[in-house]
């Protein structure tokens, strides 16, 4: 009898459960038919468990179309054919992650310019995309520029080199704040790539004082006005570069037909962190002297005997391998028999070999008072006229 009585109150639980299960079935789906995104989403779910993709991909798209979230996230892991309309879907549901995505794309994308980039993705509170306008922001002509910089491109698909050129300028050792970058798009632009050094070579209708010319291929370089990089120019490139215009020389050896110009003072480059004199093996005192007061870094040493060594009342250049700042050998003039370069540190920089993104303090020290001695001259010639 007792047996019988649980059976009896078993079956009623279970047919209450059910009742109750398939009322909420029901509420679900009229729900879902009256367009509430959150149930149409459930719905689909439901579907797609019981391998009904039709429906489970209608109901998905239903809630998707309405920004709801979790139905364009299910229809971007599970439809990933059709992904590019799935984020577009998220991105109007203003969801940070492909918003970024998306952005990150049209960068490459020729038929948006920078400025239609900017206009769609200024409002987008995804961090990524904040920092980007920062930077834009950041080196935008502000009327106080100290230095501007046109960044030339062939096409609108380059605005990724552009930002990572500005995030490289950014991430620069030296004072970049007064420095304005613009981007600029030269149709007529061609490069090719020289067939004895590799070095890329372009020619732009675009004409700047200072340039910035984003080439494909080839090996970065830079004179007093161009600056050209490729698509292999990291950011330790860009910054060597960069230390072209700023004043210094490459340490590492020339070619023969640069050094013959730099090492014997053909080349218009007042180098900051090179000198060159004649590769003599002994000098005088006067002559030790005359190449100290030559020095750019004169003022880092204390006297013209921190640049030269004594030996049985000989003087040679050069000063002993312990001293923070002196006078050490370069490699700059290794082409020239009768020319010796020289630098104020005895370590690898950045300007003989980029990678180690070494600047000393004595490179920055001296590119600041270069900068205060241009300012206080910029100055002069305003109260003049």
């Known amino acids: 009898m007792k047996a019988r009585l649980l059976i009896v109150l078993f079956l009623l639980v279970l047919s209450g459960w059910s009742h109750q299960v398939y009322n909420q079935q029901q509420k679900r789906n009229w729900l879902a038919h009256q367009g509430n995104a959150r149930a149409q ?55 940070p992650a492909a918003q970024r995505q998306v952005a990150s794309a049209e960068l490459t994308d020729q038929n948006t310019s920078i400025n239609q980039w900017q206009s769609r993705w200024v409002n987008s509170s995804d961090s990524w995309l904040q920092s980007k306008f920062e930077l834009i922001e950041r080196y935008k002509n502000n009327g106080q520029c100290h230095m ?20 490289a300028v950014q991430n620069a050792p030296f004072d970049t704040r007064n420095w304005c970058i613009s981007f600029t798009l030269d149709e007529t632009l061609s490069c090719v790539t020289d067939t004895q050094r590799k070095r890329a070579s372009c020619r732009s ?10 080439a494909d ?11 050209t990089l490729t698509r292999d120019s990291s950011e330790a490139v860009i910054q060597h ?34 000198i060159v004199t004649e590769a003599h093996n002994e000098y005088s005192v006067r002559q030790v002297k005359a190449v100290y007061k030559s020095l750019p870094w004169k003022a880092e040493l204390s006297s013209w005997q921190d640049i030269a060594t004594q030996k049985q009342g000989k003087w040679r250049l050069g000063s002993s391998k312990e001293a923070a700042v002196g006078l050490f050998k370069a490699d700059t003039c290794n082409a020239i028999d009768d020319r010796q370069a020289w630098r104020p540190v005895n370590t690898r920089t950045a300007m003989e070999q980029h990678d180690t993104k070494l600047w000393p303090e004595i490179y920055l020290r001296l590119l600041e008072q270069k900068t205060n001695a241009f300012d206080l001259d910029a100055n002069s010639d305003l109260r003049q006229n």
């Open 41 to 95: 989403h459930q719905l689909a779910n439901h579907n797609w468990k019981l391998n009904n993709r039709t429906a489970a991909y209608y109901w998905w798209q239903r809630s998707a179309k309405q920004h709801y979230f979790p139905s364009i996230e299910s229809l971007i892991n599970e439809f990933p054919a059709a992904s590019e309309t799935w984020l577009e879907l998220a991105v109007a549901a203003g969801d």
């Open 148 to 167: 501007e910089i046109n960044v030339v491109a062939a096409d609108a698909g380059e605005k990724r080199r552009y930002l990572n050129f500005l995030s």
């Open 205 to 214: 209708e675009q004409q700047f004082g200072k340039r910035v010319i984003l």
């Open 217 to 227: 291929q080839g090996i970065a370089s830079a004179d007093s006005q161009t600056l």
């Open 241 to 274: 570069e960069l230390g072209h215009w700023l004043g210094f020389a490459d340490e590492y050896e020339m070619s023969d037909a640069l050094a013959q110009k730099f090492c014997y003072g053909y080349y218009d480059h007042d180098s900051l962190n090179i």
